[in-house]
């Protein structure tokens, strides 16, 4: 199986770490959360992974070189010239992907977890779907909304009260992103965006017409390590 790690971003709210630094070496006990995210998707099967980088992505190229990969066989998707947030940076490494008909994991590398990609991968398989969005119950500004039968139905940011919706439902149900998706290559013809775009805005576009689906594990370990005490508050947790 194949992955991505989304390491371009800026990681404005590392600083002042990612004044000299990409968010992607932010080190936890001793190491990277690089690192670990490789490690991570190794021990579920995923030993072939492209990573893209922008901010200080020497740095990010020279630590793989360094270290052979961590074991890993790593691509690199160069967004120097132009960062291209989620979609972008994704739809960018889109020739990584595109013969493949297994579906593929992608993730942010800014977040710790213990989730069981096995068994998300199953329920993917098993609902024949374009994508599965790991989620969980946590308290967050911004909330993806889904309906009884886990299907993505639109998104809220409660602390500017907007709100969008793809699909009608007579209940939904707010979970918090938690930046790990499991994803059919199929996505790939039907992004129309181009340039620098949200993913999240590509499911929304997606959601009314494709299946779009969650998968709650709420009840484990997860940390969004994009802050100084987040990263402190992450080596209590993963050793």
Same mark, same amino acid.
């Given at each position: 199986?194949?992955?991505?790690?989304?390491?371009?971003?800026?990681?404005?709210?590392?600083?002042?770490?990612?004044?000299?630094?990409?968010?992607?070496?932010?080190?936890?006990?001793?190491?990277?959360?690089?690192?670990?995210?490789?490690?991570?998707?190794?021990?579920?099967?995923?030993?072939?992974?492209?990573?893209?980088?922008?901010?200080?992505?020497?740095?990010?190229?020279?630590?793989?070189?360094?270290?052979?990969?961590?074991?890993?066989?790593?691509?690199?998707?160069?967004?120097?010239?132009?960062?291209?947030? $989620?979609?972008?940076?994704?739809?960018?490494?889109?020739? &990584?992907?595109?013969?493949?008909?297994?579906?593929?994991?992608?993730?942010?590398?800014?977040?710790?977890?213990?989730?069981?990609?096995?068994?998300?991968?199953?329920?993917?398989?098993?609902?024949?779907?374009?994508?599965?969005?790991?989620?969980?119950?946590? $308290? $967050?500004?911004?909330?993806?909304?889904?309906?009884?039968?886990?299907?993505?139905?639109?998104?809220?940011?409660?602390?500017?009260?907007?709100?969008?919706?793809?699909?009608?439902?007579?209940?939904?149900?707010?979970?918090? &992103?938690?930046?790990?998706?499991?994803?059919?290559?199929?996505?790939?013809?039907?992004?129309?965006?181009?340039?620098?775009?949200?993913?999240?805005?590509?499911?929304?576009?997606?959601?009314?017409?494709?299946?779009?689906?969650?998968?709650?594990? $709420?009840?484990?370990?997860?940390?969004?390590?994009?802050?100084?005490?987040?990263?402190?508050?992450?080596?209590?947790?993963?050793?």
């Amino acid at each position: 199986m194949k992955a991505m790690i989304l390491a371009a971003g800026l990681g404005t709210r590392l600083k002042p770490f990612t004044d000299s630094h990409p968010k992607a070496l932010a080190v936890v006990n001793g190491k990277t959360i690089l690192q670990r995210n490789i490690e991570y998707l190794q021990s579920f099967g995923a030993e072939e992974i492209i990573v893209n980088v922008h901010h200080f992505a020497d740095q990010i190229i020279q630590k793989i070189a360094d270290n052979n990969g961590f074991g890993s066989n790593i691509f690199i998707s160069d967004e120097r010239a132009e960062i291209l947030e $989620t979609g972008g940076g994704l739809f960018k490494a889109k020739w &990584f992907f595109e013969d493949e008909a297994r579906p593929f994991i992608l993730m942010n590398v800014d977040v710790l977890t213990d989730l069981n990609l096995t068994k998300m991968i199953d329920q993917h398989k098993a609902s024949e779907c374009l994508a599965t969005l790991a989620v969980s119950e946590r $308290t $967050t500004s911004r909330y993806l909304l889904f309906n009884s039968n886990k299907q993505l139905c639109g998104w809220e940011n409660i602390k500017i009260r907007e709100k969008i919706l793809s699909r009608t439902s007579e209940q939904l149900y707010p979970k918090a &992103f938690s930046g790990i998706q499991i994803l059919s290559p199929h996505i790939f013809p039907l992004i129309t965006q181009r340039g620098r775009f949200s993913l999240i805005d590509v499911y929304l576009a997606l959601s009314e017409n494709e299946k779009i689906f969650s998968y709650d594990h $709420t009840g484990g370990q997860f940390i969004d390590v994009g802050t100084p005490e987040k990263l402190v508050a992450a080596a209590t947790i993963f050793g």
